[in-house]
Structures are given as C-alpha cells and as structure tokens.
C-alpha cells in the first residue's frame, strides 16, 4: 500500500477499500485452499526409523521453498540409511557441492562399484555377446536417473526430490520394494543450484505471512531480472549445454552420466498450465530409435494412468520435441536411455498458491505431488520390466556400431588447418562424450570423400595430424545427430 501525502486520498471509503483490499492479499493459504491434502502416494506404508523431511525441515514438504542448507541437512539425515548412498558428483561454479543420492537396496548398495563396471560393459559391447548381454540384463538392476532443478527456479523439481528420496528411503509397501530391488535409483537433486538458491532467496524474503498469497500480482510473483531465471551463474541456460559443456555443472553431470549409464532419465521441470509428460512432440530426430519411442508411449501411459486414476489434468506431446541435441531430454535419449521430460504446474514463480483463471488454487505442494507420482509411476514400469529395458539399452549400442559399419557414411576426418586450439577443444568437447576420434600418425589416401561443405565426392589425401572420428562405435547415433550435414527428423 502507498499512502498519499494528498488529503484528497482519504475521502469518503477509501481507507476502508484499502483495508479491504490488503486483507484480501494476506489471506492464508489455508483459507485460499481448503481442499484435503492428498497423500504423495497413496497407500503408502513407511518405516518409523527413518525420517521424515518434515522432521528435519521443520514444515511439510510444499509448505515452504527449501534452501540449499535445508537441502544439506535432509541429506545429512538420509545417511544413516542402509539404502542410501551419497556421492558428491562435482561444484558449481559458486562452490556449492554437487550431489547424487544412490537408492536402492542394501545388498545392492553394497554393490554398487560393481554394479557400474557392468553397466559400463553393457554400454560399451565392443567385445560382449549377446548371450553375455542378456546375462547381464538378468542380472543388473536397472539404473533410473531423477534429475531435479535443471531450471533451478522451477521450485517443485527440487521439493520433489526430497520427497522422492524419503520415499524410497523409507517406504516398506510393495511398490517401493520392488523399486528397491530391482532398481538403483539416482536422483539428483539440484542440477543447477545457483538458478535455485537466487530464486528462493528472493521467494522467502518477500512472500505474504507464512504461507504466501496466491494473487498473481503479489510481489512474490513477480520476482525482478535474476532473481527468477532458469540460469547459472553466468547466465547460461543448463537445458542447452549438454553437448556444448561449457559450464562446470555440465561437464560435471556428463561425466557422472557416462560414469553409470541410467537406462531411464527424468528432467524434472516447471511450470506448465497442466503437468506435461512424454511422448514428445514432433520434429524428432530420426536417431531416437523406434524401440526408444515406443518405451517413451509406455512410460506416458503408466503416468496418465496415474493421472487418470486421481483425476488430474495432463497433456502429451504438446510442444516438448527431441529436435535439439543439446537438450536433457534428447541428449540422455542419443546416449541410449529413455530420456524424459515432466514439467509440472505448481511451484517456481506460482509460488507457494497462485490463482488460475478459473478461481481455482495452485500449490507448490500440487506441483511436487505430479512430479513425484509421474516418477513413481516411471520407475514402477521399469522395475516391472528392467530385464527387457537392460536388453534393449544393450540392444541400442550394439546396433549402433552395426550400422556404422555398414550405412553409407563410416567416418569424419578433421584436418589440420593450423588453428590447433579449436581443433582440440573439439575433440576435448566429443571425447568427453565418449565419442572416439583417432589421430593420423601415418598419412594415407581416401578413394572417395565428400566435402563437409557440399560438392561432388573425390579422392582426399589425409595427412599425418588429421582425426579420424569412425563411425562404427558404440556413440554412433549421438555422433551422427551432433556432425551429420543434413540432420532427418520426423515430420512435425
């Protein structure tokens, strides 16, 4: 409210209209939304032993936005769980640690270094059989990424993962065991801490009482430049950088990426009207394999089953394609895994409540309840079917060095052109993809080659110092997606 030095202001009702109106501002968010709370998962059983977020943080999850220190203490808490696994994973650029929270269960977790070899074997089959890939399909448990506040001011991603991990970590009903069992489930909590921590500095220091104001013209809703961006540090935006890595936090979760090998990889997101989950939209690139997209329509599936069941709005395809690479969709999907993206519609600049259009409340705490029924639903699936998900992982890299064995383009030669300092910064940038580049340390002759600027194929001398990037390897599908010169996609 600004009072007017001007006596004029105070004529007739005005004061009482401006009471009236500040009033209607403060109101509680218990009185803007009287609908019972529903349960995260309903008929959920847990463990007394170990606790719950509400107990360490000092509110229920969706009551407040958590900060990184609060984030710290849930997994200080989380530690003395036999289930749990916490590895710091990298830094971000302001020094806030990175980390990784491995679920799974105890004889599982005491195998996790072992684990991740094998994964390793089925992700690279140079010199593994089929029969030895289906073994190890039998045998592994599935590895299913959760990855939470890529976009660091889309505040449910982040509140869901708490909610997530204490789910896994305590739950004792049937579901969550046969996650447990046949799973590790990874979740990362705060890909992009920075974006997160300016946005909920900002949300805490300026929301009306202890529970916000669900009018869109609050100032808690209309944060200023910086407070509210989907960036790091420097401003960049982590959802395009998965190839590019140009930022620690990338090259960060690219290396902890390669390092497991997740046959399903959840983007966590927000704030849609209504919550969004695969399939995508097209264009898609035409290296998503058929058996990928298929796995993507199961996935969505079980979800609006999900949804459906509890009566909530969703939409599909919509607007989220796999046309970029360079995506945390589409960059997890080339590299062999399901890759997903949920964006939920509670949270971030909504806030604790907004008001729609229709009258009707939003919560922070709606937007964490679909994120995590949408992950529950995915990992239910793929713990339901981790044989057939493993196989098909296996499936995708070894038919990737098939086909670059045998489809028309084999290979990509660089020459030098005396700027070596480009020249290795990319090939520093593709082997941290895992794509393999050889140097030439004897010069040979190509009987046929095309410019990678267009022009009739010709007979190329290739000089020592030149890179070879072949085709038949286990990256080929990402390779060719990130240098083809005419990239396919399916028909919009």
């Given at each position: 409210m600004v009072v007017s030095g001007r006596s004029s202001f105070f004529n007739g009702r005005a004061p009482f209209?401006?009471?009236?109106?500040?009033?209607?501002?403060?109101?509680?968010?218990?009185?803007?939304?009287?609908?019972?709370?529903?349960?995260?998962?309903?008929?959920?059983?847990?463990?007394?032993?170990?606790?719950?977020?509400?107990?360490?943080?000092?509110?229920?999850?969706?009551?407040?936005?958590?900060?990184?220190?609060?984030?710290?203490?849930?997994?200080?808490?989380?530690?003395?769980?036999?289930?749990?696994?916490?590895?710091?994973?990298?830094?971000?650029?302001?020094?806030?640690?990175?980390?990784?929270?491995?679920?799974?269960?105890?004889?599982?977790?005491?195998?996790?270094?072992?684990?991740?070899?094998?994964?390793?074997?089925?992700?690279?089959?140079?010199?593994?059989?089929?029969?030895?890939?289906?073994?190890?399909?039998?045998?592994?448990?599935?590895?299913?990424?959760?990855?939470?506040?890529?976009?660091?001011?889309?505040?449910?991603?982040?509140?869901?993962?708490?909610?997530?991990?204490?789910?896994?970590?305590?739950?004792?009903?049937?579901?969550?065991?046969?996650?447990?069992?046949?799973?590790?489930?990874?979740?990362?909590?705060?890909?992009?801490?920075?974006?997160?921590?300016?946005?909920?500095?900002?949300?805490?220091?300026?929301?009306?009482?202890?529970?916000?104001?669900?009018?869109?013209?609050?100032?808690?809703?209309?944060?200023?430049?910086?407070?509210?961006t989907n960036n790091n540090h420097y401003q960049i935006d982590l959802n395009r950088d998965a190839f590019f890595a140009t930022q620690p936090e990338t090259r960060a979760i690219i290396e902890a990426f390669n390092a497991w090998n997740p046959v399903v990889f959840v983007d966590h997101h927000g704030q849609t009207k209504n919550m969004f989950f695969p399939p995508p939209a097209d264009a898609i690139n035409l290296n998503v394999t058929k058996a990928q997209l298929e796995w993507m329509n199961r996935y969505g599936n079980a979800i609006g089953d999900a949804f459906d069941a509890r009566g909530w709005s969703y939409y599909r395809r919509g607007r989220f394609d796999l046309f970029f690479a360079g995506f945390w969709d589409s960059w997890p999907t080339l590299n062999g895994s399901i890759g997903m993206t949920f964006e939920t519609d509670g949270g971030g600049g909504k806030g604790l409540a907004w008001e729609r259009e229709d009258g009707t409340i939003l919560t922070l705490r709606d937007g964490i309840l679909h994120h995590h029924t949408g992950t529950m639903a995915t990992l239910k699936i793929t713990a339901e079917d981790k044989d057939a998900r493993l196989k098909q992982f296996y499936d995708y890299k070894k038919s990737a060095i098939a086909e670059g064995a045998s489809e028309p383009m084999k290979q990509i030669v660089l020459f030098p052109d005396g700027d070596d300092a480009r020249l290795q910064e990319l090939l520093t940038t593709l082997r941290l993809q895992r794509i393999r580049a050889y140097r030439v340390t004897q010069p040979f002759r190509l009987a046929s080659a095309h410019s990678y600027l267009g022009g009739d194929p010709e007979a190329r001398d290739v000089p020592e110092g030149a890179y070879v990037i072949p085709f038949a390897q286990p990256q080929k599908r990402l390779l060719k997606a990130l240098l083809e010169i005419e990239p396919a996609f399916t028909d919009e």
């Open positions: 209209a401006a009471l009236l109106l500040l009033s209607a501002l403060s109101v509680p968010l218990a009185a803007q939304d009287a609908r019972p709370l529903e349960p995260f998962f309903p008929g959920g059983t847990y463990d007394a032993s170990v606790p719950t977020p509400e107990s360490v943080l000092g509110y229920a999850i969706g009551e407040r936005h958590t900060d990184y220190a609060g984030l710290e203490r849930w997994l200080d808490a989380l530690r003395a769980s036999d289930r749990v696994a916490i590895r710091k994973y990298g830094e971000s650029f302001e020094k806030r640690p990175l980390y990784l929270i491995f679920i799974s269960s105890p004889a599982n977790i005491a195998r996790l270094d072992a684990i991740q070899k094998d994964m390793a074997r089925l992700a690279n089959p140079v010199d593994l059989s089929d029969a030895d890939g289906a073994r190890l399909a039998s045998e592994l448990p599935a590895i299913a990424w959760m990855n939470h506040a890529n976009d660091g001011n889309e505040s449910a991603a982040f509140e869901s993962a708490i909610q997530t991990s204490y789910q896994l970590a305590a739950g004792t009903d049937a579901t969550t065991r046969l996650i447990l069992d046949r799973l590790v489930t990874i979740v990362n909590p705060a890909h992009n801490p920075e974006s997160h921590e300016r946005f909920v500095a900002w949300y805490n220091a300026v929301q009306v009482g202890a529970a916000g104001t669900s009018d869109p013209a609050a100032a808690e809703h209309n944060a200023p430049w910086g407070m509210n």
